[in-house]
């Protein structure tokens, strides 16, 4: 749908007026990457359930960096990386994980059902070497990936890792039951998100919506199962390559980079949670050194 019958319908109805062009441009380089790359479809199949999955991919080199989505986002929060000049010789693939985005839910929708729909679209792809960058619950699903196949670098985005990274959303989502979540919890939570003047929010109140309310509780019942079990913490410390960005001042991490003293972190600035949707630029000029350092 173009930017012109969006608007007629109503989509960014609500938005500021200020936040218009900026909302705006971050959804047209959405659509321009999808539209000069193109969405893959391929089947996988998970615990006996068939799906069809939509991938945005681009084949440029020997090495792939395949990009993980957070709760209630999806494969373009990443349209961004398609554009930039840094990573022009790498191969790229942002994909949508089950209920999110275009991809249909699983009946049980889990860190480890994800990981397992993640491997499947990276041994698609067949490629020699393989980075991972895999955002908030993404950095969950991707530590699990890691566990199963040689990643070339391991580039965690505020991904989960320990209890503290559930605290603002996915812990309040779990302690709803599932009929007060998925009656009401799910909607509530989009029109917060759609009120709200920050760039970063308004992507996620445009992604959120395309979510499956069963999904989005299920999937955040196994993040804070996994990132209360310290699992996490401990599989990210033992890659060898690998790297921790966030978003703007330390404070913002203050909880958990005490933790990772042999790790290299790198801020992004004038960013929050979302540094790939509020400076991409910076962000993808820290993940292109990150994985060429490599």
């Known amino acids: 749908m173009t930017l012109m019958a969006l608007c007629a319908a109503g989509v960014f109805m609500g938005t500021p007026p200020g936040m218009l062009p900026r909302v705006l441009s971050s959804f ?17 199949f998970v615990e006996k359930q068939e799906l069809q999955l939509a ?20 494969k373009e929060c990443y349209a961004d ?32 059902a994800y990981a397992e729909v993640a491997l499947d679209r990276i041994e698609a792809v067949g490629a020699k070497r393989v980075s991972l960058v895999a955002h908030s619950m993404g950095g969950a699903v991707g530590l699990l ?3 199963r196949m040689d990643v070339a670098c391991f580039v965690s985005v505020e991904g989960n890792l320990v209890a503290e990274d559930c605290a603002l959303v996915s812990a309040k989502t779990a302690r709803m039951s599932f009929d ?11 029109e917060r998100l759609r009120q709200s003047e920050r760039k970063d929010v308004q992507a996620w109140a445009r992604w959120y919506p395309q979510c499956d309310p069963v999904a989005i509780h299920q999937i955040s019942r196994s993040l804070v199962d996994w990132s209360d079990g310290g699992q996490l913490l401990e599989y ?10 966030y978003g703007g001042a330390e404070e913002r991490v203050d909880y958990l980079l005490p933790l990772l003293k042999h790790t290299k972190t790198y801020s992004v600035p004038d960013s929050g949670h979302f540094a790939m949707v509020d400076n991409p630029a910076g962000f993808y000029e820290i993940v292109a050194g990150i994985v060429t350092e490599e």
């Not at 249909?104 to 889990?110: D, G, H, K």
């Not at 007060?180 to 989009?190: A, I, L, N, V």
Request: glycine letters at 8%; proline letters at 2%.
């Open 180 to 190: 007060m979540f998925t009656t009401k919890g799910f909607y509530r939570f989009s």
């Open 81 to 112: 990386a398609f554009q930039a000049a840094e990573l022009a010789d790498f191969s790229l693939c942002a994909l949508d994980f089950p209920g999110h985005g275009q991809a249909p839910s699983l009946r049980e929708n889990t860190v480890e």
């Open 28 to 44: 047209a380089a959405e659509q321009a990457a999808v539209s000069m790359f193109g969405e893959c479809l391929g089947n996988t």
């Open 145 to 147: 990936v890691a566990q």
């Open 55 to 74: 991938t945005m991919s681009r084949k440029s080199g020997e090495h792939l960096i395949v990009f993980m989505h957070g709760i209630g986002c999806a």
């Open 236 to 245: 990210f410390l033992n890659i060898k390559n690998r790297a921790y960005v």
